[in-house]
């Protein structure tokens, strides 16, 4: 069911992206679009954060500061990819930030030690491999 999931999010991502490279930042800017489109989520999102926050009363500090550090991440990366798809290629800059996944995977490995079988080091090192390529030749 999470492969299920995992696809859907890949599509939902890329016509994402698509839409935000086509038409969005020309139209209003990485700075203005980061705003608006996190204004939007917290707009659906903000009745059941505070009905969560509500019910979970004893959230550490730690659990916040986590929270915090991931969103800035989270910030950091869309506005690199902003900056990067109004700049250059969206399509380019689309795959190139697909490395995400290959990332997150091995700093599971080397922080967590979570296991990798041999197929997720192959689809890790075959990204690896075509953002190089595309780099090299795109």
């Not at 930042?25 to 659906?44: C, E, K, R, S, T």
């Not at 969560?52 to 990366?77: E, V």
């Not at 995977?105 to 041999?118: C, D, K, M, W």
Request: charged letters at 5%; proline letters at 1%; glycine letters at 14%.
């Amino acid at each position: 069911m999470s492969v299920w999931f995992a696809l859907l999010a890949a599509m939902l991502y890329g016509i994402s992206f698509w839409i935000q490279g086509k038409f969005t930042l020309p139209a209003l800017g990485p700075v203005n679009m980061l705003a608006l489109g996190y204004a939007v989520g917290v707009m659906f999102l903000i009745r059941e954060a505070v009905r969560f926050l509500r019910d979970h009363t004893t959230i550490m500090l730690k659990t916040y500061g986590s929270l915090c550090g991931a969103s800035l991440f989270n910030l950091g990366g869309f506005s690199a990819f902003s900056w990067g798809a109004l700049n250059g290629s969206v399509s380019v800059v689309t795959v190139i930030s697909t490395l995400s996944g290959g990332i997150a995977a091995i700093l599971g490995y080397f922080f967590f030690r979570e296991r990798l079988s041999v197929i997720q080091i192959g689809g890790v090192s075959l990204v690896l491999s075509g953002a190089l390529l595309l780099h090299l030749y795109g």
